[in-house]
């Protein structure tokens, strides 16, 4: 008995340590109405979710110029993405290359 309560002080700092145990990864919405990417917004961390919604007539894209994403979005369509990693994402739409846009991504 003894030696369960001693170990738990320990169990209790590795569970702070462990991932899942800081706050919940938010979802954040880019609306992609009359041939133009709304605003990204300024707050999207490493791990959260861009959900991207075409509400356009018609099909659309998120592509990375990097590469690191292609999200495709048929009209009326809604699809999400986890960003996992930090940095500067500049984007296009690949049917419509003058629809274009950036995401930050902090740690």
Not at 37 to 66: M, Q
Request: charged share 20%; proline share 7%; glycine share 8%.
């Amino acid at each position: 008995m003894r030696l369960a309560r001693a170990s738990l002080p320990a169990v209790a700092a590795l569970a702070l340590l462990l991932p899942g145990n800081g706050p919940p990864p938010r979802t954040h919405i880019v609306m992609i109405e009359q041939m133009h990417f709304g605003t990204v917004p300024s707050d999207i961390k490493v791990g959260d979710v861009v959900r991207w919604e075409n509400r356009d007539l018609f099909r659309h894209s998120a592509t990375a110029r990097d590469r690191s994403f292609d999200v495709d979005l048929p009209a009326g369509a809604s699809r999400t993405m986890v960003l996992r990693k930090a940095g500067a994402f500049a984007f296009y739409c690949k049917f419509h290359p003058g629809m274009t846009g950036s995401v930050t991504v902090r740690q």
